[in-house]
């Protein structure tokens, strides 16, 4: 355990497991949090409630995320070396993700009707309009991450988290008898949109003017065209990886009742707190890349070799202890989510060997294999999950992500191998900055 601990300190030292590690801590607290807010949440609301703020909370991110997802490998990419283009290319991606969610999130107010009963407390001016400008913030706050982490101050990322998840515990508690309906969103959202003042002033005031110092002698920021580039061939698949992430578990609210949902929604939600351990490491690994591509392969090796050493353990955790976990929030949540949470538990595994090959390939700006490998592997889920649910219900999502995951980890395998012993084999770009500048 010394040692384990001794390496950590050690890894420290460098930016790329200074930020990894940061992310995950994140990751640790996040999931910590919102297992006390979800317990809080059982034992405040109904079960009806329960679920029906679960629905409400996925929808919500999964428009506001339409393209703030799809911005996180540009930002990671290309903001580490822009230079005077900084703040603008900020702003263009809090304006782009904000203005897109909006408008998916306006065309789905429109067609309440057709999403089922669950979404039906939407139908008034007053909640939809709350919904609507809840999707715009979380657009925002979903990009605060990424710029920090961008900007290799990503140890801001789990302070930032730690306050908004312990604000949000107290209004959830707070609520529970003055808005008994509603109350659970509300409380999500609140924090959320407070949160966004002292860390954009933190950015923009503090963090973005002592980066472009740092990176003074970078002689050309990236033009926006390049960047449109890489977005060309990123964006779509990023964008199909949310049909995983926010849209199966959307779906899913539409074919079972609310509280079936939200027994579901609580296994589905502690399985992608770990697989986001294993997207931590690579979006670090994405920015040192973009830094100084020679370290690649060796980046790319002990990237991994850290990522196991952390998630291993976890899912042994997780698969032994399935059932007492989930059964702290209530009766029936053991029943309906163990083999759920065990399935996607597992998949993380492969998760891994994906994350890490996508972020090799940011960092290359091939955005021609991002698309191939994001797409391919959302079409294999979300076929598998709908072609499996009529015979395993909700489990159908443990059984698609794994058997999806795990085919295109054997696929990219012999691909990732190439580059963990021989590294980047393209030329560098225009805009590479040399590892001086870090």
């Given amino acids: 355990m010394s040692n384990l601990w001794g390496r950590v300190l050690r890894d420290l030292r460098s930016p790329l497991f200074r930020n990894g590690y940061a992310l995950m801590a994140n990751t640790a607290i996040t999931a910590t949090l919102g297992m006390g807010y979800w317990l809080l949440a059982a034992h405040f609301y109904t079960p009806e409630e329960f679920g029906r703020g679960q629905a409400m909370i996925t929808a919500m991110r ?27 290319l900020i702003l263009r991606g809090y304006g782009l993700a904000a203005a897109t969610g909006g408008v998916a999130a306006l065309g789905f107010l429109l067609t309440l009707p057709l ?19 809840s999707v715009l913030v979380w657009s925002v706050f979903t990009l605060q991450d990424v710029v920090l982490t961008g900007l290799r101050e990503a140890t801001w990322v789990p302070l930032n988290n730690l306050v908004f998840g312990l604000a949000k515990m107290g209004l959830l508690v707070a609520m529970a008898g003055a808005l008994p309906d509603g109350g659970i969103f509300t409380s999500w959202m609140v924090p959320t949109a407070l949160a966004l003042i002292p860390v954009n002033w933190l950015i923009f005031g503090v963090i973005v003017p002592r980066h472009m110092k740092r990176t003074e002698t970078v002689q ?69 890349g973009s830094f100084d591509r020679s370290q690649l392969a060796e980046n790319c090796r002990r990237a991994l070799q850290r990522a196991f050493m952390i998630i291993v353990p976890i899912i042994v955790v997780v698969l032994a202890g399935a059932p007492l976990i989930l059964s702290v929030f209530g009766d029936g949540f053991a029943a309906v989510g163990t083999t759920l949470l065990r399935l996607m538990a597992l998949a993380v595994l492969p998760r891994v060997l994906i994350e890490v090959y996508l972020s090799v390939l940011r960092a290359q700006s091939d955005a021609r294999r991002l698309a191939g490998v ?9 076929v598998s999950i709908l072609g499996l649910f009529p015979f395993a219900g909700v489990n159908a999502v443990g059984y698609g992500v794994l058997l999806s995951e795990t085919l295109m980890a054997l696929l990219i395998f012999k691909s990732l191998r190439k580059i963990l012993i021989v590294g980047d084999m393209r030329p560098a770009s225009v805009t590479q900055g040399s590892s001086g500048a870090a």
């Avoid at 199966?248 to 009742?257: G, L």
């Avoid at 994001?374 to 979300?382: D, H, K, P, S, Y």
Wanted: hydrophobic share 55%; proline share 6%.
């Fill in 115 to 133: 999403w089922g009963q669950t979404y039906s407390v939407l139908g008034g001016f007053g909640p939809g309009l709350f919904f609507l400008a």
């Fill in 220 to 288: 050309e920021p990236p033009r926006l065209r390049e960047i449109g580039r890489f977005l060309a061939g990123d964006f779509p698949g990023t964008l199909s990886i949310l049909a995983i992430v926010y849209l199966v578990p959307t779906v899913v609210a539409t074919r079972v009742d609310e509280a079936t949902f939200g027994r579901f929604s609580m296994a589905h939600t502690l399985a992608s707190m770990i697989e986001l351990l294993a997207m931590n490491m690579a979006v670090s690994l994405t920015v040192e």
């Fill in 374 to 382: 994001q797409i391919g592997l959302a079409v294999l889920v979300v």
């Fill in 62 to 88: 999964l428009f506001a995320s339409l393209t703030a997802l799809g911005l996180v490998g540009a930002l990671s990419r290309f903001l580490p070396l822009a230079g005077r283009r900084i703040p603008e």
